[in-house]
């Protein structure tokens, strides 16, 4: 049985990927929320250090407890101890593809990550001021995403079945309706991606969330 520490659903967009990595995986787990911006934290924080950020994923194991943070740490971690679940393809050459996307997600996306926060309580609505570089993210998002359905053959990012990369690109698939940003050439995927039964979960726990973020609920 895993542990999932993770912030809140409506905006924590890091804590999604992570809980994807388990939930659509039908992988055993508890999840233990922690609010974000909050004394709990702080809290949260300090009790697992050197753990500083959400989510973070423990177990135990051989009478220790085992702990990893960080998205793709969790997937990496997960495809070791669960090889057969599919969280990366079976095929090299689609997991490649599905590697390549995972890790520019990882490390990508700065602009469209500060001007668009993932914010699942918002009317969705153009941005009122969207920066050239949002629009240069969201085409390159569009680029990766129709780019690997061509190589694989689709549906999802790595072929047949839904994996990591998809996992990843879930909260930009969120930013993309809330902020109406054009996925012109893959909306058939986007909406595929926004369907999925894991992330439906996720969407549904969020939306029914009472609590908000103020900064979140600018823009």
């Known amino acids: 049985m895993y542990r999932i520490y993770t912030g809140d659903k409506a905006y924590s967009s890091w804590s999604m990927r992570g809980w994807l990595l388990l939930a659509a995986f039908d992988l055993p787990f508890e999840e233990r929320p922690v609010p974000m ?4 934290f702080d809290a949260y924080q300090r009790a697992k250090a050197p753990a500083r950020t959400v989510p973070m994923v423990e177990w135990d194991e051989g009478g220790r407890q085992c702990t990893v943070w960080d998205t793709l740490a969790i997937a990496e971690t997960l ?46 609505a153009p941005h009122p001021a969207l920066p050239e570089a949002v629009v240069a993210d969201a085409a390159r998002v569009a680029q990766l995403w129709a780019w690997a359905l061509t190589s694989t053959g689709g549906p999802w990012l790595g ?33 595929e991606l926004l369907a999925h039964p894991a992330v439906v979960r996720w969407v549904e726990a969020a939306k029914a969330d009472p609590r908000r973020i103020t900064h979140y609920e600018v823009g």
């Open 37 to 40: 911006y909050d004394p709990a």
């Open 79 to 124: 495809n070791e101890r669960h090889p057969a679940v599919g969280i990366w393809p079976a095929d090299p050459r689609h997991r490649l593809v599905a590697r390549a996307l995972a890790a520019e997600m990882h490390s990508g996306f700065a602009a469209l990550r500060a001007s668009c926060p993932m914010n699942v309580h918002r009317v969705p």
């Open 159 to 191: 072929g047949p079945a839904f994996s990591a990369a998809d996992a990843f690109y879930a909260p930009v698939a969120l930013r993309f309706e809330e902020y109406d940003l054009s996925a012109e050439g893959v909306a058939h995927y986007l909406r």
